[in-house]
């Protein structure tokens, strides 16, 4: 159930909020459904929540300062993620980046950081934009007033563009298709909280496997083994993918492995994340017909005569990056960060203690009173250069922040931006009357039953 709160300002859905603090337990259950619907109203004006459990003590931290150590001033003391994170990703990502610690981290996080550097955006924003060229051919070759899944349509465009700046040519439509499909399917059933590893049971009590969740893992682990054994046979089509063999050479113990977790990594990263945050996107415009013709005037200026986006374009496309950024505030494509403390530390004035978990939720963060005017309002604006309204340090987490920031975060921005350019160009997209937008937050957040949208050209 969704609640659209009335306000001058044009307020998009989001889950009900209780008026209270749910009981812990009833909390977890309700974790179990949805990672956004125990937030009560007052969570999104406290700096520090509490949460006591049996074997467990949890802290909701959303005071800047603390997400600050946590993050950054005393990282090495919160480098682990959660136990229910790594339970949740381990089987699909094995110790891929996401999920590792301590020197494995280090060490993978300097074979995959030049891969992704900013230096190499001169070599992948043309394949960005070529990919959003074919989605906007696709969309021309439809009848007029066709009806489109925004969220496959977009979650196909990204698939496109991650499958092909890892793999080169060296990856089929087929094989992009049948990891995507695999990523859905493992997100579909594995369990985002386990109860009994969050009450800090003994391990004999809970659950090792799961046996859908491993399925849908090794169908994906199988076909990126599959395409990387064509990497070493041709390094020219495969430049990133060939990049992270030659890095894990002499350095990880089982190289190909190694590579497989961090392309899965990356291919996750960049797809899944990208595309909700688009099809999130598409949804928010519609609801404004103002942003969408200062969105519309923007590209027909930067991209005049229908021509298409350079790298260059992204520094004059400042409107569709504040448009693309709003929505990554309101609809954080992970919109929960979990830690274990290492050791013992306070947190404004908390005491910390050795296995105490810290949730820090951007969703909770990037709509806090505190920080934000009009939190739960789509205001592209305050994100403009030169805005009234910084985004506030540390109060603005979509990548996350610190040691552990995304190491994509500059492609997938460079990449919205030119892709959504790239369509508004041509198209607009206008809701479905009959569909109702809802919220489906499972390991990442996007819309509920897919995003229908009728397409109309320009």
């Given amino acids: ?33 949805n990672l956004l619907g125990i937030w009560h109203e007052r969570a999104f004006e406290q700096f520090m929540i509490p949460v006591k459990l049996p074997n467990r003590r949890v802290y909701v931290v959303n005071g800047v300062d603390a997400i600050k150590r946590v993050f950054l001033d005393n990282h090495d003391n919160y480098d682990p993620k959660s136990p229910q994170m790594r339970k949740a990703l381990t089987p699909l990502l094995g110790d891929g980046l996401f999920v590792s610690d301590g020197d494995v981290w280090r060490r993978r996080r300097a074979m995959v950081a030049p891969a992704i550097a900013a230096a190499q955006l001169p070599n992948y924003a043309p394949m960005m934009v070529a990919c959003a060229e074919e989605t906007a051919t696709n969309w021309r ?63 004999w009590l809970q659950r090792d496997r799961n046996g859908k969740a491993d399925a849908a893992a090794g169908e994906v682990q199988a076909m990126v083994d599959t395409i990387l054994a064509r990497a070493g046979a041709d390094k020219d089509a495969m430049r990133l993918a060939a990049s992270l063999l030659n890095a894990a ?21 960049g797809h899944e994340t990208t595309a909700n945050a688009l099809a999130w996107t598409w949804a928010l415009i519609a609801m404004r017909p103002d942003v969408e013709a200062k969105l519309h005037a923007e590209a027909d200026a930067v991209l005049e005569n229908g021509r298409s986006a350079t790298l260059e374009d992204f520094q004059r496309l400042p409107y569709a990056r504040a448009v693309f950024e709003e929505t990554l505030r309101l609809y954080p494509p992970v919109p929960l960060l979990s830690r274990e403390a290492r050791g013992d530390d306070i947190l404004r004035g908390f005491p910390v203690s050795k296995g105490d978990i810290i949730v820090i939720a951007p969703w909770l963060v990037q709509r806090h009173k505190a920080y934000w005017k009009e939190p739960d309002a789509f205001r592209p604006e305050r994100f403009l250069p030169g805005s009234a309204e910084p985004p506030p340090k540390f109060a603005y987490l979509p990548f996350s922040a610190g040691a552990r920031v995304c190491l994509g975060a500059r492609f997938g921005l460079v990449e919205a931006v030119l892709c959504l350019a790239t369509l508004a160009r041509d198209f607009r997209l206008k809701p479905v009357p009959e569909h109702k937008l809802e919220i489906e937050c499972r390991l990442t957040l996007r819309p509920k039953c897919g995003l229908p949208m009728t397409l109309e050209r320009r």
């Avoid at 159930?1 to 259950?29: E, F, G, Q």
């Avoid at 496109?160 to 890892?166: C, E, L, Q």
């Avoid at 050479?249 to 990263?269: C, H, K, S, T, Y």
């Fill in 1 to 33: 159930m969704l609640d659209t709160p009335t306000s001058p300002s044009v307020i998009p859905p989001y889950p009900a909020r209780p008026k209270k603090a749910l009981n812990p337990l009833v909390a977890l259950l309700k974790l179990r459904q």
């Fill in 249 to 269: 050479e002499g350095q990880e113990d089982n190289p190909a492995a190694a590579v497989r977790n961090e392309a899965i990594v990356l291919f996750m990263a």
């Fill in 141 to 203: 070759a439809l009848p007029a007033g066709a009806t489109i899944d925004v969220l496959s349509e977009m979650a196909v465009l990204t698939a496109r563009i991650i499958g092909r700046t890892v793999f080169g040519d060296g990856i089929s439509e087929a094989e992009a298709t049948r990891v995507v499909r695999g990523f859905s399917d493992y997100q579909a059933v594995i369990e985002q909280m386990d109860i009994l590893s969050m009450l800090g049971a003994p391990g």
